[in-house]
């Protein structure tokens, strides 16, 4: 079962804009991970954020987590056309698997 | 450095017929994954290796699914036999051993299953 949800499912935005995308999840977690998959190609990890983090950075991607209330949040800054993709969070429940969400997908019009 | 590599990236194949995934994980990681994604579930994770040693296979759907690792090199998912609705995309990722937490996991370009 996905332990983690996404919301938005889908989203349409113009190039240069920002996009931020949530993940809720229900257990504990030692940590959180957002990953990118492209179409027609395997999952490519961005960032990992411990559960003793309330914020992460890497470039143009920014990390959120509240643990409190269980949730997420990817930001994607700047965005461009090969931003293009789906973006799944992955809670790392302690016994080394990854529980993936739905995801969300994102779609960057030039 | 290469990543993981699986092979076949498409198979096509009949109801009944026995198929065999793939997967090379990268040099030095010491836990291998499968997965499978579908449009209606997502990615679950079938079973997972640590050192060549099968940890937890609770995700495989049924006994005509089987996983070995016979070195740290090279993984086999076999469906024997299959059915229509196996029809999915299978990865294979691979990671070092979790610290403080799991690691990030490499994922191959997966197989594109079809089942007729």
């Known amino acids: 079962s996905q332990q983690g949800e996404e919301d938005p499912q889908a989203l349409s935005i113009q190039e240069g804009e920002n996009a931020t995308m949530n993940c809720s999840y229900k257990?504990?977690?030692?940590?959180l991970q957002w990953y990118r998959q492209n179409s027609g190609r395997g999952l490519v990890h961005l960032i990992l954020?411990?559960?003793?983090?309330r914020e992460k950075h890497s470039g143009r991607l920014r990390v959120t987590l509240d643990t409190s209330k269980k949730s997420s949040s990817l930001l994607i800054t700047a965005s461009r056309a090969a931003d293009t993709a789906s973006y799944f969070c992955?809670?790392?429940?302690?016994?080394?698997?990854?529980?993936f969400g739905a995801g969300t997908t994102v779609t960057v019009r030039a | 450095d290469a990543g993981v590599i699986q092979s076949p990236r498409h198979e096509v194949t009949e109801m009944g017929q026995e198929v065999t995934l793939r997967c090379k994980p990268i040099?030095?990681?010491?836990?291998l994954f499968w997965y499978r994604q579908t449009m209606m579930r997502g990615l679950e994770l079938l079973i997972y290796?640590?050192?060549?040693?099968?940890?937890?296979d609770s995700g495989m759907p049924e006994d005509r699914f089987s996983a070995k690792m016979p070195n740290a090199s090279f993984s086999t998912l076999k469906i024997q036999p299959s059915e229509p609705r196996d029809s999915a995309v299978y990865f294979c990722?691979?990671?070092?051993?979790?610290?403080?937490?799991?690691?990030?996991?490499?994922f191959g370009d997966g197989t594109r299953l079809s089942i007729l």
């Open positions: 954020i411990r559960s003793n983090e």
């Open positions: 040099s030095g990681h010491d836990y």
């Open positions: 257990t504990s977690i030692n940590n």
């Open positions: 990722a691979s990671s070092l051993r979790p610290r403080e937490g799991n690691q990030p996991q490499h």
């Open positions: 992955a809670t790392d429940l302690g016994d080394y698997k990854l529980s």
């Open positions: 290796f640590n050192n060549n040693v099968p940890i937890d």
